[in-house]
């Protein structure tokens, strides 16, 4: 046993040299990182954390080691408190330029700056044109729209743009204007169907209603007849079967499948 201990002793105090230079190392390391983590002692131009323990940097100024360094900040730039970036931003209405400093935005004539205060929009009255504002040319019949891109006008009621101006809007008797920004300017009267370009009455069969659908022949049948060209006939429902939802036509009931106009049972 004792030559066991003694052949053990050399290994231990070989040991305890490394160890202590070790425990030196991790030391010397973690003291800049504390200090780096706004612990220690409040240096000057920081302030305590209200919980948590540490310390924070004043704004405009950035941890450094144990202490706070002063920002160098640009002109027309603010301090943002932020310990990654550059620790600061621009102002409204200036743009930052590389990372030293902060310029205007530029505002072209007859313009003004948006609220976000990074780009600009043309008075009411003009468009934007690559980095400027152009007047706007009003046609006749034409009157300004807030929208900042296309023409910058709409026309008046009754007319439509065509090359530059407004035209009139060519409705046909018994139609009227459909006020709709986009499709078909102008539809038929209750009444009348479309056809070529005009506004024809709707010849109404026996056993039908004026249908408002844009397409079709205008009408649709009363429930329990069917469309056969231009007529409505009397839908003959056979044995086991019933009107479908819509009422002009119909389907088996359940358990029977259609065969050759009958209604037979599934198989």
């Known amino acids: 046993m004792s030559n066991a201990i003694a052949r053990a002793t050399p290994n231990v105090t070989r040991r305890g040299p490394i160890v202590l230079a070790l425990a030196m190392m991790i030391a010397c390391l973690a003291l800049p ?20 323990g540490g310390w924070d940097c004043l ?18 730039a603010y301090p943002t408190g932020r310990s990654y970036g550059t620790g600061w931003a621009c102002m409204h209405g200036y743009e930052q330029v590389g990372r030293t400093s902060c310029q205007a935005v530029p505002v072209p004539e007859n313009a003004y700056l948006k609220s976000t205060g990074y780009d600009w929009q043309c008075d009411r009255g003009y468009r934007r044109d690559r980095a400027s504002c152009v007047a706007i040319v009003l046609p006749d019949h034409a009157y300004l729209t807030d929208q900042p891109s296309g023409t910058g ?18 409705v046909p008797e018994n139609g009227y204007l459909t006020n709709a920004e986009y499709g078909a300017e102008w539809a038929c009267e209750r ?12 010849a109404l069969p026996a056993n039908a209603f004026l249908d408002p659908a844009a397409y079709g022949p205008g009408w649709r049948c009363e429930r329990g007849f069917a469309q056969a060209g231009a007529a409505c006939v009397a839908i003959d429902l056979p044995a086991n079967a019933h009107l479908d939802r819509s009422g002009n036509r ?13 209604c037979v049972l599934g198989r």
């Open 33 to 52: 990182a504390l200090a780096q983590d706004g612990t220690g002692p409040v240096p000057a131009n920081a302030e305590a954390r209200s919980y948590g």
């Open 59 to 76: 704004p405009g100024y950035r941890v450094d080691g144990a202490e706070c360094a002063t920002l160098d900040i640009p002109k027309n």
């Open 153 to 170: 006008w709409t026309c008046d009621r009754g007319f439509t743009p065509s090359d530059g101006a407004c035209v009139p809007i060519a």
């Open 191 to 202: 009444g009348f169907v479309e056809t070529r370009g005009r506004c024809d009455p709707v």
């Open 250 to 262: 119909w389907r088996c009931g359940d358990g029977f499948q259609p065969s050759d106009g009958e």
